[in-house]
């Protein structure tokens, strides 16, 4: 099945059907107010009972009445705890509003390359064999970390998407193959959804990508407004094939008889939009940064690093947040679950654990002041000033030389979240005209 | 603000630090200028007078510029120092980190700054293309708010320099800013939607205000050198700083809070932690956190683990509110910075308002003595030692 179109209405049982064979991951809710946080699960609803009103019909009504952002927003606001909770536990209906805010606050990277991930477990107790006479050191792969069932991801962007491709080069390099990154890579389906109207911090097409883009996806969907006269209220996701497994995954909906195929104005609605937003987007955008490391390469003692950094504070929040950051530091942690309860443990583990530990690997970020700290207290990067740098350099210049990419898909998000607005778009102008004066020769010179 | 529009405050700000530069009095004015999304400003290092010209000051000047003093190097600085800017210079001072003589404050009067947060969470799916602030001039309501001040337009800028009415100002007005909540301010958004249609809004300025400046009880500086006026007018500072705040601090959420069971405290507690992902804006964007090295960086003796992990990042937030306990301004700068919506707001009035109740402290009102966590008194409130 190469394309399906299914009416907004619909989507809930979609998702409710996946699930029956995958676990289906959507953007969710913001736990602030300000749009979506992540992807979590779907939890499909109990399904009406027959002779009941059905899904589609009580969709509708209630969609029609939160299609206002207003009404979202009314009691969310105010920072008050209970507005927050109100966001939070956003029915399922409401998914097809949530889908239009732009990208979620943390990027599609943690369903694959999590925050923190057990990669170890160990018992130090004698238990699950150790020396074989009560003492030494047992060592398992803590349970749950190779991912069981498959997974859709439903609504991810295309900058998100692009990401993956990215980190595939990292993480499912041949040299070194990340088993953890690939196995979740290979068993994710991801559905991606075109940008209508891409937000005021979006430049993929500066980083090679579109806001209709396919790198990184397996079906892409295209959302096509109401029409007059279309029967729906909210109008329709036509989902194009991009892979085999996109294919197969339409087919399954198809089965069900969850959608119809494209009408041939349909595919020129499609055509309409992905016009409309590259004329909008063309508007903001910085030069291209495929280009850059050219000027890079000879701008790494020029002054401008020094006014660059100034105002950056070191935190995190551009690099956890961007879907191509990729940094990661490993630490030995307590098993959390045996040291609370002694019963079982939640990262995985044994059913007797004590004194038990996990190798865990977590995000780290080039902007903190410990990245690079010796352990004889010198540092490579002692200030602001090197570890801006690195974060410039590395996604323009030393990750498209080992890699033949860029490290940035233009998702915005190191924009949107810095808190003293370093805006990446600006340095990338800025470098580029940098490059454009010959600067960069005349100092490599 | 309630007679004339922000733009005169700018001008004069950089007409003054142009001067304050050329005349070498400064080395570095740390400022606001004009961010690159509507809504936003940005941190300005301005070394020379040509750089002056890129200074603004209004309600979008988000961040707590004396965040940057201990970093600059340069021999001495000026700041634009809203009123909380200018307690954490004051604090800064009090804690030895830099001396008063390195500092110039150029002090602003502020109405409250913009919580990012609210904004997205109005648009939704709506962009925002454009934003600023409207001036909805009323006919003789904007009297109301300049009570008490004394001198019309330029009462409040006296009182902010540090001198007359900075402290015990007409109980809980705060000055002529307050005009700005009866509705005189707005702010106007346009853009589009997720159908690429138009559309445009005007919020009332409360709206988007963040938290803790509805709380905030010295909209001025506590010190200035010099005053800039919301008129444009500037005012020459007379070296003293203000005795206390300009209004008795409300702790209103901090109670609604301690009237619930332990459970739902704990409950709540949690969940607010579960939305972190230890980035450590909130500690970056901190003038207190300046700590050479943070204890959770800490590698020996480690004090705690660097996964996500609930405990984990339980103790991280409560360690930094206890290190912030005295010191805290309620500046607000960390909330603003976090970017998942943690609300560490609550944690850090706790503290304040244990300070008030207990010692009746607030921070960043003296140069000179001791922290309150440097100070030892025989008859200091005990109870609840166990
Ligand atoms: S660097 Fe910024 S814009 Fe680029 S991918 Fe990362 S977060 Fe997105
Ligand atoms: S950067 Fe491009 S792909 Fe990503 S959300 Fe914006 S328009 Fe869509
Ligand atoms: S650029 Fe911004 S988000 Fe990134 S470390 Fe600096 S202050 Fe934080
Ligand atoms: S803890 Fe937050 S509110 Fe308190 S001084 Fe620091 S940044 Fe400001
Ligand atoms: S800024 Fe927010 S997410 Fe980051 S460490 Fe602080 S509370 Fe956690």
Request: include cysteine; glycine fraction near 12%; hydrophobic fraction near 35%.
């Amino acid at each position: 099945m190469a394309a399906l179109k299914i009416t907004k209405m619909a989507l809930n049982s979609v998702l409710a059907l996946m699930s029956e064979r995958w676990d289906v991951f959507v953007p969710s809710p913001s736990p602030a107010p300000g749009g979506p946080s992540g992807f979590r699960l779907f939890e499909p609803r109990p399904m009406p009972a027959p002779g009941k009103p059905g899904p589609s019909e009580r969709d509708s009504s209630v969609n029609r009445q939160t299609c206002d952002e207003d009404t979202l927003w009314n009691g969310t606001g105010q920072g008050g705890q209970k507005g927050r909770d109100r966001e939070n536990h956003l029915p399922e209906e409401r998914l097809p509003q949530f889908l239009r805010r732009v990208l979620t606050v943390k990027p599609l990277k943690e369903l694959f390359f999590p925050r923190s991930e057990p990669i170890l477990g160990y018992c130090v107790d004698g238990a699950f064999g150790g020396n074989g006479d009560g003492t030494g050191v047992s060592v398992f792969m803590p349970e749950g970390v190779l991912p069981g069932k498959p997974r859709v991801v439903f609504g991810a962007r295309p900058c998100d998407a692009a990401s993956l491709t990215v980190l595939d080069r990292v993480f499912a390099d041949e040299a070194y193959p990340d088993d953890f990154y690939i196995s979740r890579r290979k068993n994710t389906i991801i559905v991606g959804l075109g940008c209508n109207v891409p937000a005021p911090t979006c430049f993929c097409p500066a980083t090679g990508g579109d806001p209709f883009g396919t790198a990184g996806l397996d079906v892409l969907a295209y959302d096509l407004p109401a029409l007059d006269g279309d029967g729906s209220s909210q109008g329709h996701y036509l989902m194009k094939a991009v892979t085999r497994e996109g294919e197969a995954l339409l087919g399954f909906l198809s089965e069900a008889h969850l959608g119809e195929g494209p009408s041939e104005s349909d595919e020129r609605a499609c055509m309409a939009l992905e016009e409309r937003a590259r004329k909008a987007i063309a508007a903001g955008l910085p030069a291209d940064t495929q280009s850059l490391g050219r000027v890079l390469g000879g701008i790494f003692n020029h002054p401008y690093w020094a006014t660059l950094h100034e105002k950056c504070l070191g935190c995190a929040a551009c690099t956890y947040l961007c879907p191509t950051c990729h940094c990661f530091d490993i630490s030995e942690e307590p098993d959390p679950g045996a040291s609370r309860s002694g019963g079982e443990s939640p990262k995985g583990g044994p059913e007797r654990p004590r004194l038990t530990g996990v190798r865990v690997r977590n995000w780290d970020s080039c902007m903190f002041p410990i990245f690079t700290l010796h352990t004889s207290g010198h540092n490579p990067r002692p200030t602001g000033l090197e570890r801006v740098r690195q974060r410039v350099m590395h996604k323009f210049y030393y990750f498209p030389e080992n890699f033949g990419a860029v490290a940035c898909v233009g998702c915005g998000r190191c924009v949107k979240y810095c808190p003293v607005n370093l805006d990446i778009r600006e340095v990338i102008s800025h470098i580029a005209a940098l490059g454009g004066t010959g600067v960069a020769e005349s100092i490599s010179a | 603000m309630s007679a004339q529009s922000p733009s005169a405050l700018t001008k004069t700000l950089r007409e003054f630090c142009a001067g304050l530069l050329d005349e070498g009095r400064v080395d570095v004015v740390v400022g606001f200028g004009r961010g690159t999304l509507p809504l936003r400003s940005t941190p300005v290092f301005a070394r020379n007078p040509d750089d002056a010209s890129r200074l603004i000051f209004d309600a979008t000047c988000e961040n707590n510029l004396s965040v940057f003093v201990p970093k600059l190097k340069d021999k001495r600085i000026a700041v634009v120092a809203k009123g909380c800017d200018s307690r954490w210079l004051n604090q800064y001072i009090l804690e030895r980190q830099t001396e008063g003589e390195r500092l110039y404050v150029i002090g602003v009067r502020c109405q409250g700054v913009i919580d990012r947060k609210k904004l997205d969470a109005y648009l939704g799916s709506r962009r925002l293309l454009e934003g600023r602030l409207e001036e909805i001039r009323g006919q003789g309501e904007c009297g109301e708010g300049l009570e008490g001040e004394g001198a019309g337009g330029t009462g409040g800028v006296e009182g902010a320099g540090g001198v007359k009415g900075a402290e015990g100002v007409e109980g809980a007005r705060p000055g002529p800013g307050v005009s700005v909540s009866d509705g005189h301010i707005k702010w106007h958004l346009e853009g589009n939607d997720a159908e690429g249609r138009p559309w445009a809004a005007s919020l009332d300025f409360e709206d988007l205000l963040s938290d803790s400046c509805k709380v905030c009880v010295k909209k001025g500086p506590v010190y200035a050198d010099v005053v800039i006026g919301e008129n444009g007018e500037t005012v020459k500072g007379n070296g003293e700083t203000a005795k206390g705040p300009e209004r008795e601090p409300s702790f209103d959420d901090v109670k609604e809070v301690e009237g619930a069971s332990i459970e739902e405290r704990w409950k709540a507690f949690r969940s607010e932690v579960s939305k972190c992902i230890r980035c450590y804006a909130c500690r970056q964007a901190c003038p207190g956190c300046y700590c050479k090295e943070c204890f959770v960086d800490r590698s020996a003796p480690r004090w705690i683990g660097g996964s996500d992990d609930e405990t984990d990042t339980m103790v991280f937030h409560l360690m930094r509110a206890m290190h912030l306990a005295g010191r805290c301004v309620d500046c607000g700068a960390c909330v603003r910075a976090c970017p998942m919506g943690v609300d560490l707001g609550l944690l850090n009035r706790k503290l304040q308002k244990d300070g008030w109740v207990l010692f009746h402290h607030i921070a960043g009102f003296e140069r000179e003595g001791k922290p309150l966590f440097g100070t030892f008194l025989p008859d200091d409130p005990n109870d609840f030692i166990l």
